[in-house]
């Protein structure tokens, strides 16, 4: 009997480490907003290539994760040298795309997330008020070990400023960004629809307030 109960008792120090882990893993933290970053007049324009490049998302419950993409609907970096010194990027939140499901469940999750359903416009990003979103780089930090991105991001009219650790790399015209996995809180944004922080609901029927972010962009002069 004892070692049963030392067994459940491992096993539960096991799983509460797990989710703490999965929970803090990259998550950014929501500043007030900065001005946007300004480019020197040496610093050349790519073009973001809005096929090539996308936002890897996850949303997840007590009992399950959905995965998904949003499109960018334009996007321009300023680069000088090898550096990024500005850039702005219009997402377009009407592209949303979920890939963990298929055929009508799909369809009416996106249509949920989107606001395209009669009365629940406001659950989560209202796409008919607010068809997009924006990012404007405000600063970029490089150290030996790492390279973070700075930026206001803005959804649903609240501009919140975050950080996180990105990839540059260059091939001929070409340039290419990408993210680590990194977290953002939604309820920061005013996303607040099923959060256990906000409304009286029961815990395994909650939606976490953390989405997972991941950019892949790519760029050409």
């Known amino acids: 009997m004892k070692r049963n109960l030392l067994k459940i008792a491992g096993m539960a120090l096991v799983v509460a480490f797990t989710v703490a882990c999965k929970e803090s893993k990259n998550e950014v933290e929501a500043m007030d907003s900065e001005e946007a970053a300004v480019a020197t007049v040496e610093a050349v324009t790519f073009n973001v290539d809005t096929e ?9 419950k ?4 959905h995965t998904g993409n949003i499109s960018l609907a334009s ?3 300023k ?11 219009t997402i377009d939140m ?6 963990d499901l298929e055929g009508d469940a799909a369809g009416n999750l996106k249509a949920h997330l989107e606001g395209t359903v009669e009365g629940k416009e406001t659950d989560f990003f209202n796409t008919p008020k607010y068809p997009t979103a924006k990012f404007v780089v405000t ?7 790492n390279t973070t991105l700075e ?4 959804l649903k009219d609240v501009t919140k400023k975050i950080a996180f650790d990105v990839t540059v790399k260059y091939d001929g015209d070409k340039m290419m960004l990408t993210s680590e996995d990194f977290t953002i809180d939604r309820t920061d ?11 009286d609901i029961v815990a395994n029927k909650a939606i976490s307030d953390d989405i997972t972010l991941t950019l892949n962009i790519v760029a050409t002069k």
């Open 52 to 60: 090539a490049s996308n936002i890897a998302w996850i949303g997840s």
């Open 62 to 65: 007590p009992t399950e994760d």
């Open 75 to 77: 996007g321009i970096v």
């Open 79 to 89: 680069v000088n040298g090898d550096v990024v010194e500005s850039g702005e990027f």
């Open 94 to 99: 009407t592209s949303i795309e979920v890939t």
């Open 139 to 145: 600063g970029l930090k490089a150290t030996d070990n």
């Open 151 to 154: 930026g206001n991001l803005t």
């Open 189 to 199: 944004w005013g996303i607040q629809y099923g959060s256990s922080n906000f409304t």
